[in-house]
């Protein structure tokens, strides 16, 4: 069929608007002027605290720019822009499919029913609506080795981004509560980076805020492919860093947050100093492995039932780094939530300690000390938080 002029935005609008509820995307392609910034542009609903709304995804080069409209600001957009700069659209709903071909100022609608009839979701579907939808255009994510070339997620590393999502979920929150305007983030023990380029990406990229975040780690090899990843997509203020977080030497600014997603035994501890040293408002930190306590470890009083076999050995251990850690970290002035941060099916290792900084406090780490000393361990953390107070 063959439209022109103001039937033509019309006959788009018509359909947008008829399959408002069940569309999947959209397509603008064939820029009619080259000197429009994005030579594609896709557009898909997604689901905000219950609100459907649309997110173009525009392409430009290898860098992709976001923006977020309700449906009514994204009809005026297809009428005043996307109808205007480019020549082909393709409006994909459930069960259909309708191609528009512009040429000359006119166009050609061509409609056809298609096998995916799967509803998309609404905004009262109680399925858990995750921040990061696979199927989300991040080719940062595709180089990670977390997305496939066609954004979806990588089996192997399914419960890696389930873990990611919840955490970039549990820091947002945190950061919306602060109402801060921007953020410094630092990630230790980041590895292969999957945690650190979320988090830039969700704040950075896809809410548009001011964010700085750095990651650490021994591995050269690992931080030199994630300071190209983050260059090739323009992630300007995401860095890497070859650093030993058991030095004090990592970054001169003033930092809001730090991070950690298993970080190996003691370099879980280190980051903790790094924020208490440095007053660092908010640590959201997920530990590993935790060998020190396990090594040290011998029977010393009311806990001696546990050290007997070396799994519930290893387990308590485990525990008591973690307690003795929270204990550390409320004795120098934070507000600690130990959370489940994510279902055990999706990691062992799910345990997190949320940190919020609420006063300046002199800490009394005597009863944790003497505690420790009946077992006949030393700890990382409050030996390292000691010297510290001893110092000043
Ligand atoms: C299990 S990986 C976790 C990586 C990443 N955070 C994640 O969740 O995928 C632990 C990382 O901590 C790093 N690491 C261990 N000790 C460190 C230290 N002292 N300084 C910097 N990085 C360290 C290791 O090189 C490794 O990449």
Known sequence: MLFAGDTMIQTILDDLRQHKDTLRKLVFSDRSDKSFPYEKICVRPFQKNGETLFQLEQFKGPQVFHQNLSFDELCTWVETTGEKQYRQLLLSAAGTDVQYTIRAGRVRRKARATANAAAVPKAHNREKQYLLREGENIPALVDLGVFTKDFKIVKAKYD?????????????????????????????????????FIVYYYFAVLRGIKATVLGFDLKADVVENCNAVAARYGYGDLHFYVNDVTTDKLFDGKVDMVITLHACDTATDYALLHAIRHKVPYIFSVPCCQHEINAQIRPGGDFDLLLGDGLLKERFSALLTDAVRAEVLRQCGYRVDVLEFVDLAHSPKNLMLRCFLQQNKTPDLSAVRNLLARYGVRQTLVEAVCAVDSQQ
Do not use: M
């Open 160 to 196: 890696k981004y389930k873990q990611i999502n919840r955490f970039v979920e549990l820091i947002d929150d945190a950061f919306r509560a602060s109402g801060r305007k921007k953020i410094t983030i630092l990630d230790f023990g980041c590895g292969k980076s999957y945690l650190t």
